[in-house]
């Protein structure tokens, strides 16, 4: 079933739905989740956090429709692991894992050796973090070699990893704040926009909001700015983001309270002095997390959430750039509902869902909604029970490919292009043909990569197919 609508000319709207795909029913306490192309062959994989089972597991992408995943666990003695990413730290070219240990006090980053199945290497980076939590990767003294910053709850710090460059690499830790008590979750990025990487991260039993500013140097300085704390309504931040939620090209902060159940986001009006509150919700309870991702298609920052109280995972969709949000909910028994990670997963060109759930085996699985606003399953037969077809090979293509179109009678045939806006991209037929097939090449000339779609009109009937360009 297709749940895009195209109009006549340059526009669309659509639709959005999901489709629910259980990636593991065993499910095991999942506490951390990321995603991204670990093995290099143009198809993003999952990373979790096992946490009952004391273990770093991969879920690897089949390349296939509906999505399946091979399970490979990469670690079954990583105590009690909470959070995951999955970033490039030794700039080789293949993905990482960076995990925190709650309970096992430590931060430990497995390299990513490759082969087949993938190998990987384990080293600890911090084997006294009280509560490690929050880890995150960036080149914060602009040396070439990538550091780490993690967050300790125990002891109220945020803490930098300076990496030396060496194989294997040497970590010297250093303090970027002694005083922010129980931080959940902390981001490493360009705040103020100086090619300086700062640290932006939240204060659960603290109330506050914050993020510091590197002033370069060696060691690296940094400088404390609040974003917001109690006085504004900040009550357990339990996960923040910096995303530009206006597209103004400015930082932003997202951030959910997890006791009053409120989600808003701060405007970087200016980082030092003006944050400006937006609420998006009020009475999500339970909220432990929080992500922005255009889930439309429309270029609006739309937000997602997690409740474990209300076992919801919800959007809220971003009417007239946040002049008010409309609530959808995805799944409303979710027990136990809590990491989420939002992105393509199966290169259609919109942004699916991945989330889990802290509880124990047989209760809510791994899962994945996948996002049909942009369905893979397009019916080459067309509309209105027709027997035209269209066929694009290779697909996906990079230079060049070749467009097949068949009609059953003779007459005025259109071939146009769009992108996943519905925007006109390309003409590339306007003519009377005969029946019968047809067969062009088409040379690739598209704006960049992406998904696009091809629409072929044959009098009042229509076709849809989507393609994929590589650049």
């Known amino acids: 079933m297709m749940m895009v609508v195209w109009l006549a000319g340059q526009g669309c709207y659509a639709q959005t739905t999901f489709q629910k795909i259980a990636i593991d029913p065993a499910n095991n306490n999942i506490t951390g989740i990321y995603a991204g192309d670990l093995n290099n062959d143009g198809f993003k994989d999952i990373a979790v956090c096992e946490n009952a089972n004391n273990s770093i597991v991969i879920w690897l992408n089949n390349e296939n429709a509906p999505l399946t995943f091979a399970k490979y666990i990469v670690d079954d003695d990583f105590f009690h692991p909470l959070y995951v990413v999955l970033k490039d730290i030794n700039k080789d070219g293949k993905l990482d894992i960076l995990a925190s240990s709650s309970e096992g006090n430590s931060v430990a980053w497995w390299k990513n050796e490759g082969g087949y199945p993938l190998q990987w290497t384990r080293q600890v980076i911090d084997a006294g973090l009280p509560n490690a939590h929050a880890v995150d990767v960036a080149d914060f003294n602009q040396d070439g070699f990538n550091d780490i910053i993690a967050t300790s709850s125990g002891s109220s710090q945020l803490n930098w990893y300076e990496s030396d460059g060496a194989s294997p690499v040497n970590w010297t830790k250093r303090t970027i704040e002694n005083n922010f008590p129980n931080s959940q979750t902390a981001m490493a990025v360009d705040i ?13 039993s603290g109330d506050e909001i914050a993020w510091w ?3 370069g140097g060696q060691p690296v300085e940094w400088e404390k700015f609040i974003i917001a704390n109690s006085i504004s309504g900040v009550d357990f931040p339990h996960w923040i983001q910096a995303v530009d939620m206006d597209r103004d090209g400015d930082l932003d902060v997202l951030g959910s309270m997890y006791v009053n159940g409120e989600i808003a986001w701060w ?8 944050w400006p509150k937006k609420v998006v919700i009020g009475d999500f309870l339970g ?5 922005a991702a255009d889930i439309d298609n429309d270029s609006l920052m739309d937000v997602l959430g997690t409740s474990t109280y209300l076992r919801d995972v919800t959007w809220w969709k971003n009417i007239n750039n946040s002049a008010s949000w409309l609530e959808n909910t995805i799944e409303g028994n979710f027990k136990g509902a809590w990491p989420l990670f939002v992105c393509d997963m199966d290169n259609d060109g919109d942004n699916d869902i991945i989330a889990g759930a802290d509880v124990p085996a047989g209760n809510s699985p791994l899962t994945i909604w996948k996002n049909k606003l942009l369905t893979a399953d397009i019916n080459e037969s067309g509309q209105n029970g027709n027997s ?4 694009i090979s290779p697909n996906p293509f990079t230079k060049s490919t070749n467009i ?3 009609t059953e009678k003779p007459g005025l045939v259109k ?3 769009y992108n996943p806006k519905g925007i006109l991209i390309k003409e590339l037929v306007n003519q009377t043909v005969s029946a019968g097939s047809h067969t062009m090449a088409f040379d690739g000339t598209l704006p960049g990569s992406g998904v696009f779609i091809f629409r072929l009109e044959t009098g009042e009937k229509v076709i849809l197919k989507k393609a994929v360009f590589v650049k």
């Open 192 to 204: 103020d926009k100086d090619g300086l990487i700062d640290v932006v991260a939240g204060s659960s």
């Open 213 to 215: 500013r590197n002033k």
């Open 267 to 274: 405007k970087n009006e200016n980082p030092t002095s003006d």
């Open 287 to 291: 909220v432990l997390n929080v992500q």
């Open 388 to 391: 035209n077809s269209l066929v």
């Open 404 to 406: 097949v179109f068949s």
């Open 415 to 417: 071939l146009f292009i």
